[in-house]
């Protein structure tokens, strides 16, 4: 077993500078943001974001929102689609509270004037995914939801007197009492320590996408939050468990671009470079089978026809109608020299959602008092095995939302300001470049822990992580960077060892060495802490 530190970096609460407020967040993307809008007026919040609060995963969605809105859809309906997406490891209570509370956060965020698309009447034009067996995803601009919506409640939330904006700030760690219950959070604004104690702790700070060497995420997701809650005592759960997506862009010049399922879902075919629509060999649905089978799919494909990418194509639709429904992807293919209105789009498989998170409630609780967890950090096992497309932006509104209802109700009485610091026994300083590490982290996590895993890949791959942890935990961190890497290890360890753990196939996660999903043995979820080690949930 490897050991991790309980803190990154060195930190003195006497010496610090030291803030309080009544909610520390830590993220701006969908889940963050929600959150803050949904708070008490009265409470003071601080939201705090690594970079600039467009900088997300939410800023780059394009497909859009699933809600159940048309008139032959219903809340029960996108129930079953979302469990039969998840193979099997959906938690049916918490997939119930997010298609039931879909429509109404909806129409909250069309009282607060989002601009989601309308057709000539006025209504909402809903878009059709994979795995969806009905239309039902509202979008903005087309396919540019996700900044249309993010830009929307940044706006909401800048407005607010109660809430203060802390921009390119780092959370660190997670600071805990005795009783193991968090008091606040250590970040870092420009190098400099400051500790905020706060009630109420709520992580909205994403996935770890930035593990792998391909993936649609920015590189802000370098799955910190929920390495901070491992170091405090949190539990994560379903960590192994990584969506790939399809279909995303492989140029030259940019291998992480993603041509969203709504493509294939208007039409968009799939062929690989022999000129066969290899699909319909695969799954009934073709195109539009769950994105784990057309990922893995085209994986075989690649490895059948020795080549890197395969070819997306909706030339065959009207051009006019590709232009308005996806102006984003034609500006962005055009730059690159590709008019997807006359030629096919080079697309292969990249990481591009992670279903593991630290585990969560209905109320976005954790297993450490006082911290809340929503959005793609968390571990609400609404996704099972495989996230049905659109379903992620859905979970951010109702989990922050249901976290800052919680959070109201709350008594409100001040976390008691304990004297906290830590001094690193190390004298060692960081001398690795940091920049090599991380690209050698990133492609070994794609190789051994990517679309087709097996024992022997994950076992190399566990001995390199361990090697490299057991060199950082004789090391002092101190720059942002060297604490974002020590963070990939943690969140890759624990992936890894998920992996090796969970001897079937099931959804995204596929062993080569056991093809078969074996529902007597893993119809379960693998749970792990600093505290009481694996454990399994059903
Ligand atoms: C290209 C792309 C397209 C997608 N399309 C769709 C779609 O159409 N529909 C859909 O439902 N989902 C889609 N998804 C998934 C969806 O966008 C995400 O799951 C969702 O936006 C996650 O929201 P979030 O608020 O939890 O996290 P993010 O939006 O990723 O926000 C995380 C925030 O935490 C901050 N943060 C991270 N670490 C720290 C730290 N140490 N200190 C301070 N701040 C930190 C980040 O800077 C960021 O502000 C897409 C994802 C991608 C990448």
Redesign the pocket.
């Known amino acids: 077993m490897a050991e991790f530190k309980r803190f990154c970096i060195e930190f003195d609460s006497g010496s610090d500078e030291v803030l309080n407020f009544d909610v520390v967040i ?9 959150t803050a809008v949904n708070l008490d007026k009265k409470l003071k919040v601080a939201l ?4 600039t ?14 809600a159940p809105l048309s008139h032959d859809d219903s809340p029960d309906i996108h129930y079953m689609d979302t469990i039969r997406a998840g193979s099997g490891l959906c938690d049916s209570h918490m997939v119930r509270i997010l298609v039931d509370e879909a429509i109404e956060n909806i129409n909250i965020l069309l009282k607060m004037n989002i601009p989601f698309d309308l057709d000539d009447e006025g209504e909402i034009v809903l878009g059709q ?1 994979g795995a969806h067996s009905r239309r039902r ?1 509202i ?1 903005a601009s087309g ?1 540019a ?2 900044r249309i919506v ?1 830009e929307h409640l940044g706006h909401v939330v800048k407005s607010y007197e109660n809430v203060t904006i ?1 921009e390119n ?4 760690d997670i600071l805990t009492d005795e009783q193991n219950t968090a008091i606040g959070v250590l ?2 604004i420009k190098n400099r320590n400051v500790v905020i104690f706060a009630k109420n702790i709520v992580l ?4 770890y ?1 930035y593990l792998y060497k391909y ?4 590189e ?6 929920c390495a ?1 809650a491992v170091r405090c005592g949190a539990k994560v759960v379903d960590m192994e468990l990584v969506q790939f ?1 399809p279909t995303v862009l492989y140029h030259e010049k940019n291998k ?3 041509i ?3 493509v294939r879902g208007e039409g968009g075919l799939l062929f690989n470079s022999f000129g066969e629509r290899f699909m319909v060999r695969y799954h009934p649905l073709a195109e539009l089978a769950p994105r784990d089978i057309v990922s893995r799919s085209i994986y075989f494909e690649l490895q059948r026809t020795g080549s890197e990418n395969v070819f997306l194509d909706i030339t065959h639709l009207d051009a006019n109608f590709i232009r308005k429904r996806f102006p984003n992807i034609y500006q962005k293919c055009l730059e690159l020299g590709i008019d997807i209105t006359k030629q096919r789009i080079p697309v292969a498989p990249a990481q ?3 279903m593991g998170g630290v585990l969560s409630d209905e109320f976005g609780r954790t297993t450490v008092e006082n911290l809340f967890v ?5 571990g609400t096992r609404v996704h099972g095995a495989n ?1 049905l ?8 509104l109702v989990f ?1 939302r249901r976290i800052a209802q919680y959070i109201n109700s709350r008594s409100q009485k001040n976390v008691k300001h304990i004297a906290i610091c830590h001094r690193s026994l190390s004298k060692k300083e960081f001398d690795l470049n940091v920049a090599t590490e991380i690209e050698g982290l990133r492609s070994k996590m794609s190789e051994y822990a990517g679309i087709v895993r097996t024992k022997e890949g994950l076992e190399k791959l566990i001995d390199y992580i361990v090697s490299r942890l057991e060199i950082l935990n004789t090391m002092r961190l101190s720059t ?1 960077k060297e ?2 890497y020590y ?1 990939m290890l943690m969140i890759g360890y624990i992936l890894a060892n998920a992996a090796l753990m969970r001897k079937e196939s099931r959804g995204s996660h596929y062993r080569k060495d056991f093809p078969y999903q074996d529902d007597v043995n893993w119809k379960k979820h693998l749970v792990y802490s600093n505290i009481y080690g694996w454990e399994e949930i059903f």
């Open positions: 830590i993220g701006t993307g969908v889940a963050g943001l929600y705090v974001t690594k970079e609060m467009q900088v997300s995963n939410t800023n780059l969605a394009q497909g859009g929102i699933a995914e995803i979008h396919d939801t996700g993010s802390f700030t780092f959370l660190v970040i870092r909205a700070s994403g996935g996408g993936t649609t995420n920015p802000v997701t370098t799955g910190d939050g901070a997506h992480s671009f993603l969203s399922e709504a591009h959602y992670s929503c959005g793609e950090a968390a996230r497309a659109s379903n992620s932006l859905l979970e951010g922050g942002q604490i974002e963070n």
